[in-house]
């Protein structure tokens, strides 16, 4: 099943836990919470405003079907404007799912936590360094989300310390993936799997499993 909502097709409804017109309200609330709240935080840059169910929301979604059965802890590293994490938030209200955003800039995290209240999100914010993130206080993270945040090696790093053994991250890159995928390769081990983005002809959703140190 798919929906059309401003000209865009979002093929994920059937992921939704509640009917899609609901979810899809709650997806126009929180873009009208964007356009209130961007002269003052710069949440997403200027030019992919006009752009915003494409640029953000279909781009965040086209990560629902990702999302593995039984996850429950969901971390959104650099989340920023809250984008892939709280489109999949709304998208996975009424499920399990717990999503935690990690964004360091304090007036950004402002803006997080009004949307998370304002639209009965369960997820909270984490305000300061990803490094000093204490996984025994947060719980260990099943499914580590970033876009446009750092290179892959750099992502790895951060993540590793946060994600289950068994957890997978699923990461928003661009057109140097297969550079990053080689550069990250030097020191870790991983599987990979890449998806084409639906959202951009030149990037590509990776799904990282069994990530480890290389000896």
């Known amino acids: 099943m798919s929906e059309k909502v ?13 009917p899609a017109d609901a979810v899809i309200a709650d997806l126009e609330r929180f873009e009208a919470l964007v356009e209130k709240w961007q002269n003052a935080q710069n949440l997403v840059s200027r030019e992919t405003l006009k752009d915003f169910w494409t640029r953000h929301i279909a781009d965040s979604l086209q990560v629902l079907p990702l999302l593995p059965e039984g996850a429950k802890n969901v971390f959104d590293l650099g989340s920023g404007g809250g984008f892939p994490g709280l489109p999949l938030a709304i998208a996975c209200r ?9 964004e360091s800039n304090r007036r950004k995290a402002a803006f997080l936590r009004t949307a998370i209240r304002e639209l009965r999100l369960d997820a909270e914010v984490l305000t300061g360094r990803i490094e000093d993130i204490d996984p025994g206080e947060t719980g260990q993270a099943d499914i580590i989300l970033a876009r446009a945040l750092a290179p892959l090696k750099r992502l790895f790093e951060m993540s590793f310390p946060l994600i289950r053994p068994q957890g997978r991250l699923i990461l928003h890159k661009g057109r140097e993936n297969a550079r990053e995928i080689e550069q990250a390769g030097a ?11 639906r959202t951009d002809d030149e990037g590509v959703v990776l799904e990282i499993t069994s990530l480890g140190r290389r000896p």
């Open 187 to 197: 020191n870790w081990q991983f599987y990979v799997i890449k998806h084409s983005s």
């Open 6 to 18: 401003r000209g865009i097709v979002l093929p994920w409804a059937n992921h939704f836990l509640r």
């Open 94 to 102: 009424g499920s399990e799912v717990r999503f935690v955003l990690c």
